[in-house]
């Protein structure tokens, strides 16, 4: 299900457990230890959303009756990029689903002042010309990590990327799409906006800080 077309390319996640599990993430009385559990069953379910269109092959098999065929996604070509630190509560969730990805990670953090995004590390397999990258990060919140984690993957060239997280917002969707028009999002929710400080509201807070109890 896609929202507003002026939104475009988003791909708004609406399955009944998805919307469960992300309402009790919301609350800000939910511990650690069940955020976390909850993101890792949250990952896994968002991961059968945005492999949903991934191109398949056709290999032949033979079943316990008789030689068949079948089609399968080849996983080994697969890459969870993560947008540290935030993005790395997605990857055991997402790793049960895709258990053959191969994982990268993009150091970026968010200057308190100017919101604009400070790169600190950058770390992909090789061969990205042949792989399907999903870049993950929790929020969407002004799109300047996401826009940044994007332009960098670009310069490896993949065969395609998708960005997936939890909220999102309509700046940071606008401000993504006007720099990477063909890159899809993949999301359960889109709030109202930002607050002065650059949050999403409702939103669910600081996802870093809740994933690993850090505030």
Known sequence: MSVDPGLRRVHLIDHPLVQHKLTL???KDTSTKTFRQLIHELSALLAYEVTRDMPTHEVE?????????GRMIDGKKTVLASILRAGNGFLDGMLEVLPSARVGHIGLYRDPVTLKPVEYYFKMPSGMEERDVIVLDPMLATGNSAVAAVDLLKRLNPRSIRFVCLVACPEGIANFHAHHPDVPIYTPAVDRGLNDHGYIVPGLGDAGDRIFGTK
């Open 61 to 69: 098999i033979e079943t316990p009756l008789e030689k068949t065929t």
């Open 25 to 27: 993430m919301r609350r």
